[in-house]
């Protein structure tokens, strides 16, 4: 009876996933984070570092979703043999260590960098310095993270192997001391670490957002406030540095409310055993909980890259270039009306520029 039921859930999670979940969500993740991460790549979008950390976002997102998708298909080719009718237990270990250590360094690679884009941004503010611009040190930062996300990555697949749990033979640490450790070393550097990195930057940006808006109320209600002066200088330029906190502070918001759901039930899971009192509670509503998080958190990755589309202007205008260019090569469009949104885009940034780079204009914080 249990054999029939669980051979059933198995054909219902076959069907739940092969159908419309991998297929979807994944081809949708993909080729949204490829499109995203082409316009940040070539078209000419003058916020950096920001455009930099995002382009490594955009990449880690990318590598998560194929990983994801490449292993929810491995793992039901792994149980039972007869719902897919490939046998790939023969290599269950290597394919285990493997994805374990993708899916770390990615995952970890990903956060890294959006931590790093909040980081750097407040220095910017913070500092009125333009050397962490360059691209050198961009480049020199991302290769520290690089390195050291590698190293962390590289404990998991010493930590991971196929054992034989409840008749089925799970990916998971080697020993029950090595379980708990690993989900608190998990549950500290990412909540602590990353989160903490995360949730301390917004706070510091919402406190900028609100100093900047009294100075600009300050500023406008003064009598030497007009048009072309250098206060209304000043205004533009907040405004413009206030665009890109706007969107950080909401990317940061959902990246916390899709992921830390996640981190923190796997911490409480790997914390009770069948001695607690909480054993049965757990037992009973694990799965569901634990899917219903995981696909949360998968769902970010996947459709991130709507969140920076809908609230980054030059992201959709260039997206609307890209996208009208391309229904002209397959003749829906013509192409003068590719190049009316191309003159207006053009008229647009220019008077910006003119606006914000006529002087030379200091954002003071804390005055």
Not at 354 to 360: A, G, I, L, P, V
């Amino acid at each position: 009876m249990n054999d029939t039921m669980e051979y059933s859930s198995w054909i219902n999670m076959k069907l739940y996933f092969f159908i419309w979940f991998i297929p979807l969500i994944t081809t949708i993740g993909f080729f949204g984070n490829s499109f995203v991460l082409y316009i940040l790549l070539y078209k000419h979008i003058r916020f950096p570092p920001f455009c930099f950390w995002l382009r490594c976002t955009c990449i880690g997102n990318m590598v998560i979703v194929i990983q994801q998708g490449v292993f929810l298909i491995l793992y039901l080719c792994f149980y039972p043999k007869q719902v897919i009718g490939i046998d790939l237990r023969i290599f269950d270990s290597i394919i285990c260590k493997f994805f374990m250590f993708v899916h770390e360094f990615s995952y970890s690679w990903t956060t890294g960098s959006l931590a790093t884009l909040y980081l750097v941004k407040i220095i910017i503010i913070v500092t009125q310095s333009n050397e962490i611009d360059n691209s050198k040190n961009n480049f020199k930062i991302c290769l520290i993270l690089s390195f050291l996300m590698l190293t962390y990555s590289m404990l998991w697949p010493i930590i991971y192997d196929v054992r034989l749990k409840n008749g089925l033979n799970i990916c998971t640490p080697k020993s029950d001391f090595l379980f708990l450790l690993e989900g608190q070393a998990r549950f500290v550097y990412q909540s602590f670490v990353i989160v903490g990195i995360i949730t301390g930057a917004n706070c510091y940006l919402v406190y900028f957002l609100c100093h900047t808006s009294k100075v600009v109320q300050k500023i406008q209600r003064s009598d030497s406030f007009s048009i072309g002066s250098k206060e209304s200088r000043l205004t533009a330029k907040l405004a413009k540095i206030n665009k890109i906190i706007y969107f950080i502070i909401f990317v940061n918001f959902l990246w916390i409310v899709c992921n830390v759901p996640f981190m923190s039930y796997s911490f409480i899971v790997n914390m009770y055993d069948e001695k607690n009192s909480f054993y049965y509670f757990f037992s009973s509503f694990y799965m569901p909980l634990y899917y219903g998080f995981m696909v949360s958190s998968y769902f970010y990755n996947c459709l991130s890259w709507i969140i920076y589309i809908y609230t980054c202007s030059s992201l959709r205008r260039h997206m609307r270039i890209t996208t009208y260019g391309f229904f002209v090569r397959f003749g829906l469009y013509e192409a003068y009306f590719i190049e009316k949104i191309k003159s207006e885009i053009f008229n647009n940034s220019s008077e910006i520029e003119k606006q914000t780079n006529s002087s030379d204009v200091t954002v003071e914080v804390g005055k």
